[in-house]
């Protein structure tokens, strides 16, 4: 059988979290009544006019310099005609000609491996509305009609499923990052379009199909695989890919045709005469460019640098909630590796992150910071740090006064401890006696005795360092 490449390219939207819309001062704002932030501007009445909002066009600026765009000075809204029950207006107010961002790359990791995907343009854009079916029919919700949009659309630079989710999450972690979207694909904040085609190696590339109805990374995943198999096997078969528009359905884990795909010619853009064009000063842009947040590698490269090992810096960067509340932590109480390693282990293990794109730490920062301290300091122990930590993480309450109302304190006088440990040392002559002769496992033994005695409050460094004495 011949070997065969997939090329992927991927057009990917994302909802940008300003106040109000995109050409109208309507609320954006997702879950509200349907129709119920609508206006004459977003749902197409004759005579009403857009008018830009400013912190949109800020937004695509600085999404765009995060990823390496040029942005034009000048840029042109455009009118894309087509018709649908979700464009009142029959044509969606877009760029095409002169888009806000030209280039621009986005930099992912496969194993080991580092790969650079391009970019060749973002554009500012207003949303659809929303077609809701059920058995009754068809309705429309225009609330989202007219949210501000980007469109990032990528190079086919991508040769794998894999690839093109590895770009969707580092797109999502930039967006968070840069504070320009909510990214929450289960409100629509964030969707894609996935061209592929396939061809065999060192022959001209194959003719795509377009891919929509794509609402998740596992989705992506599987439509891309699928669609990849289907091509290879219209081609084996004898058959021609055809370039068209095709739907994913993701319960029957098919794609399946739409319509013949459209070129930009069949959409008639024209500039839209109710806009004028924007001209960006490079001041502006510079503005804006200062006040740049540290994106995840810039955030990378800082723990690193304060100690932490790759791996670490890695899981605190993938999601901005961890690295945010490591900082919190770490401005409070200054012991990057120790935070680290508990945020890594038991925040990490109390929290289910799988699929959710609201990850909550109910630990405010002070009170972690509060309770490490404590531990590290010898007040409680690891036992009782733990304890502390599973009450906080239900309430958030002082771990200085639940140590002090459960009576948590580590027990530290050597004395006293001594006393503990002869005794057991005495009832246990036999285990004493191998331990003496070099049997050093059963010092968890007696670790784990004189704890027992002491209710879990024993020092086990000072245990451990009166068993050397002794013995």
């Known amino acids: 059988m011949a070997e065969y490449e997939a090329v992927i390219g991927l057009e990917v939207h994302s909802e940008l979290n300003t106040k109000t819309k995109c050409f109208c001062a309507c609320k954006n704002e997702f879950g509200a009544e349907p129709n119920t932030h609508c206006c004459p501007v977003c749902i197409g009445l004759p005579g009403a006019l857009p008018v830009l909002n400013q912190e949109a066009l800020k937004k695509a600026i600085t999404m765009g310099l995060a990823v390496g765009c040029t942005i034009n000075n000048y840029s042109v809204f455009e009118r894309k005609n087509y018709y649908y029950p979700d464009l009142p207006k029959a044509y969606q107010i877009s760029q095409m000609v002169h888009p806000i961002c030209l280039g621009g790359h986005i930099d992912i990791n496969i194993n080991g491996k580092p790969k650079t995907i391009r970019l060749n343009h973002i554009h500012l854009e207003e949303d659809a509305g929303k077609l809701i079916h059920d058995n009754d029919g068809t309705m429309v919700d225009y609330n989202r009609g007219g949210v501000p949009l980007i469109e990032m659309v990528s190079e086919p630079d991508m040769n794998s499923a894999e690839e093109?989710?590895?770009f969707l999450e580092k797109i999502r972690q930039i967006l968070l990052y840069t504070g320009v979207s909510n990214a929450r694909m289960q409100e629509g904040n964030i969707r894609c379009d996935v061209n592929v085609s396939v061809h065999q190696k060192g022959t001209p590339l194959g003719t795509r199909a377009e891919l929509k109805n794509i609402n998740s990374f596992r989705a992506v995943e599987r439509s891309i695989k699928y669609e990849v198999d289907r091509q290879i096997d219209v081609i084996e078969s004898g058959g021609k890919v055809v370039q068209e528009t095709r739907r994913w359905d993701d319960d029957k884990g098919q794609t399946f045709t739409m319509r013949t795909k459209e070129d930009s010619q069949d959409y008639r853009y024209f500039p839209d005469p109710d806009i004028l064009p924007i001209h960006v000063s490079d001041e502006y842009v510079a503005n804006i460019r200062a006040t740049l947040p540290k994106l995840p590698e810039q955030r990378k490269q800082d723990y690193m640098q304060?100690?932490?090992?790759?791996?670490?810096?890695d899981l605190l960067v993938s999601n901005k909630v961890f690295s945010d509340y490591f900082d919190a932590v770490c401005a409070i109480y200054n012991e990057p590796k120790f935070v680290c390693n508990w945020i890594t282990s038991e925040v990490f293990k109390r929290l289910n992150t799988e699929e959710d794109e609201d990850i909550n730490i109910p630990v405010c920062a002070n009170n972690l910071a509060k309770l490490l301290k404590m531990y590290k300091d010898g007040v409680i122990n690891q036992a009782g740090a733990r304890q502390v930590f599973d009450e906080i993480w239900i309430h958030d309450s002082d771990p200085v006064e639940i140590v002090d109302k459960q009576g948590l304190k580590q027990l530290s006088d050597t004395s006293a401890l001594e006393d503990v440990l002869k005794k057991i040392m005495v009832d246990n002559p036999d285990a004493v006696e191998s331990f003496k002769n070099g049997n050093t496992k059963l010092a968890s033994f007696f670790v784990g005795q004189v704890m027992k005695a002491t209710k879990g409050k024993a020092n086990p460094k000072i245990i451990n360092e009166l068993l050397s004495k002794l013995m």
């Open 164 to 166: 093109a989710v590895a």
């Open 306 to 313: 304060i100690g932490l090992n790759e791996q670490d810096a």
